[in-house]
């Protein structure tokens, strides 16, 4: 008789917290599940304009995340736990050749040949409202963990997620410390910027909330606000709206946020306004979609250091969020399914960025620029190209390519590609 990998889950799970477990847990153990993702990833970025500290960076890496989640105890306020743990193997890597992102690096520039990182997070529930304390994966405006990488990024915290009034979801959290996505050590916070001016200072706690209310099925409204300890302070304001148009399918979304220095201002003047928008139309698995942004104010849009911006100019190489930028960007994306072949689609993506502020920009070119008395500007176009397995042995093999060519006049140019082979096995 085969025994199913599901079936050793539960039996640890019984045997780890109540050997001959009462009915209570029967939903615990009964709810659990867990994967096991094999991420194979390659990447490399050529600096096209022969930069000569580093002139490009590439390395391949092997990947494996254990995700395990439990279900909750039966009662009023029921318990669980989830684990997610993570190691990272070196496949390819040179010293003149590190700082991807994948594999962490000690101060002789040499990648380490494996590292691993744990979180444990225990959970509570009433109702619709669920507590989350230990690791956090949050994907949030003002707080987007980054899983672009071989190994996803880990904070360290406690955040509430409460859904009890109809179409309104309440968010409400603190983080203390960060696993960075190529590191096993815990850091503490600190705050970025693309070619960061801020002073290397780091923040006791972040704390964070927000509330999205579904106003009516196709429209939605969020309030989010966010401090880091004596450092900057965060508004955000989103409207996102969907409705179905003729044969196809119309969206629309705005974001826009705001950044000012709080407390002890240790990291000296944080001045930033930055308003995000995209828009499109969806048919026949086409999707055409543009938008527009716009930075305004003394300096770059800050962002929790190793993050995700949550804006949409983010593209491979740049975020196109400096200061005074301005930036336009069209996209085009097909999915094959429309033509018999699910799961195949291709993105195609283009952004121009202009009126760059060079003043807090430390590059040789951005120096350049100052000394001219001119406005940097840049560009980037990419391809993203996915295929996942439907069925069969294979079924969840995912394979992506990633291409980037970005130019820019105040920074060093560069072509990137990322190809990552993924495998999910879930039990």
């Known amino acids: 008789m085969k025994t199913r990998p599901r079936h050793y889950l539960k039996t640890a799970l019984c045997v780890t917290l109540m050997p001959g477990a009462s009915s209570a847990f029967a939903d615990f153990i009964g709810d659990s599940k867990g994967s096991l993702e094999l991420r194979n990833f390659y990447y490399s970025r050529d600096f096209r304009d022969g930069t000569p500290s580093q002139s490009k960076r590439e390395e391949w890496a092997q990947g494996f995340i254990l995700n395990l989640q439990s279900g909750f105890t039966d009662g009023t306020v029921g318990f669980g736990v989830d684990a997610i743990g993570m190691l990272g193997l070196k496949l390819d890597s040179s010293p003149d050749r590190t700082g991807t992102g994948l594999l962490p690096r000690g101060s002789d520039k040499r990648a380490e040949d494996d ?47 409460s859904k009890d009034i109809t179409g309104l979801s309440v968010t409400a959290g603190q983080v203390d410390s960060v696993k960075q996505r190529d590191s096993s050590s815990s850091d503490d916070l600190t705050l970025t910027s693309q070619f960061s001016g801020y002073a290397a200072v780091t923040g006791d706690h972040y704390s964070y909330g927000g509330l999205d209310y579904q106003v009516l099925p196709n429209l939605t409204l969020s309030y989010h606000l966010s401090e880091l300890d004596d450092i900057v302070r965060r508004n955000y304001l989103g409207v996102k709206f969907n409705a179905p148009l003729g044969a196809g399918k119309a969206f629309a979304e705005a974001r826009y946020f705001d950044a000012r220095e709080t407390g002890r201002s240790l990291v000296g003047e944080v001045d930033n306004r930055t308003f995000s928008s995209n828009m499109g139309y969806t048919i026949a698995g086409h999707t055409l979609s543009g938008g527009y942004q716009k930075s305004s104010g003394d300096t770059a849009f800050p962002y929790i250091s190793g993050t995700d911006t949550y804006l949409f100019g983010e593209m491979l190489v740049s975020t196109f969020s400096l200061a005074n930028e301005k930036a336009i960007y069209a996209g085009y994306g097909y999915d094959f399914a429309a033509l018999g072949i699910p799961g195949l689609t291709f993105n195609l993506r283009y952004v121009k960025g202009d009126d760059v502020d060079p003043a807090n920009i430390k590059t040789s070119k951005s120096a350049a620029l100052r000394a001219l008395n001119e406005e940097g500007h840049e560009w980037e176009r990419s391809t993203d190209i996915i295929y996942v397995v439907q069925s069969g042995p294979l079924k969840n093999l995912s394979l992506r390519w990633r291409n980037a060519t970005n130019r820019s006049n105040y920074a060093d140019s560069g072509d990137e590609n990322r190809v990552i082979a993924s495998y999910v096995i879930n039990f």
Do not use: C, D, M
Not at 116 to 143: F, H, M
């Open 115 to 161: 590292y691993s990182k744990l979180a444990v997070t225990a959970k509570a529930r009433v109702a619709q409202s669920e507590l989350r304390i230990g690791g956090l994966n949050p994907v949030l405006p003002l707080l987007s963990s980054n899983n672009s990488r071989l190994l996803p990024q880990v904070f360290n915290g406690a955040q509430l997620v």
